[in-house]
């Protein structure tokens, strides 16, 4: 018998990270963990938005996620 895939969803949480949506077992705390799954080690050059809302660097660890929050990460590249 074969899973509905109403349960399927209640397993995991999802955020659409550069217009991809991503599963997550546990949902990272705050803009700063997703960041540190996400980019490991890299802090510079990073702007992001959440739900089309620009977001400081400031207030990355106090900007809380939420199931199915959008998030565009954009990172910035050498060259001409």
């Known amino acids: 018998m074969a899973i509905p895939k109403v349960y399927l969803k209640l397993l995991g949480m999802?955020?659409?990270?550069?217009?991809?949506r991503k599963t997550f077992d546990v949902l990272p705390a705050n803009l700063e963990a997703l960041l540190a799954i996400e980019l490991p080690g890299k802090k510079k050059g990073i702007a992001v938005a959440l739900n089309n809302r620009i977001i400081p660097?400031?207030?990355?660890?106090?900007?809380i996620l939420?199931?199915?929050?959008?998030?565009?990460?954009?990172?910035?590249?050498?060259?001409?």
């Open 14 to 20: 999802e955020l659409i990270i550069n217009h991809t």
């Open 57 to 63: 660097l400031s207030v990355w660890a106090e900007t």
């Open 66 to 80: 939420n199931n199915n929050d959008s998030v565009l990460i954009i990172t910035a590249t050498q060259g001409g």
